[in-house]
């Protein structure tokens, strides 16, 4: 779709409910979550229309806010396949998809890439009350960022530009 509005096309060719588009760094592709299979997975089809893909492909769970590495190599989402909600990541096919966040006792939600790839800030609610954390991209060094009020939805400062 154009910047006007104009030039709308149905990508994703579903009566589902299909929300959360992320493009892909490189313009080529974008990921989205969708409802098509009775429970959330993530998709990606190229801007075309061409060579939808479910890439989660998991009864057990729902998987949703998928987001791009910077290098569009790997895709971070959340699930709730083991339960609780956590921070999932995966390679951009689908393959080698593994549990970063790994708390059981809380809720791990809206994960975000950090601009050069090294991390992800997430939100983690344990108590009812969100706050903002980042972790290492493998998922290592865990830390909470805020501690005020109800924190959710982390972004980053984009890179400058050289």
């Known amino acids: 779709m154009m910047a006007d509005g104009s030039g709308q096309v149905n990508l994703?060719?579903?009566?589902?409910?299909?929300?959360?588009?992320?493009?892909?760094?490189?313009?080529?592709?974008?990921a989205f979550e969708s409802f098509r299979d009775g429970n959330n997975e993530i998709y990606v089809v190229n801007v075309n229309g061409t060579g939808l893909?479910?890439?989660?492909?998991?009864?057990?769970?729902?998987?949703?806010?998928?987001?791009?590495?910077?290098?569009?190599?790997?895709i971070v989402f959340e699930s709730d396949r083991d339960g609780d909600i956590e921070i999932y990541v995966m390679n951009a096919d689908g393959s080698d998809q593994r549990?970063?966040?790994q708390h059981p006792a809380a809720r791990d939600r809206r994960p975000v890439w950090s601009?050069?790839?090294?991390?992800?800030a997430f939100v983690r609610d344990s108590d009812g009350d969100p706050e903002i954390w980042v972790m290492n991209a493998d998922g290592s060094n865990?830390?909470?960022?805020t501690n005020?009020?109800?924190d959710t939805d982390p972004v980053w400062r984009p890179r400058p530009r050289r």
């Open 12 to 30: 994703s060719r579903h009566s589902a409910s299909d929300s959360r588009p992320a493009w892909s760094p490189d313009g080529t592709k974008i």
């Open 53 to 74: 893909a479910n890439l989660t492909q998991e009864p057990a769970g729902n998987e949703f806010t998928p987001a791009w590495s910077p290098d569009g190599s790997r």
């Open 99 to 101: 549990n970063l966040s």
């Open 115 to 120: 601009p050069d790839g090294t991390k992800i």
């Open 142 to 145: 865990q830390r909470r960022l």
């Open 148 to 150: 005020t009020g109800y």
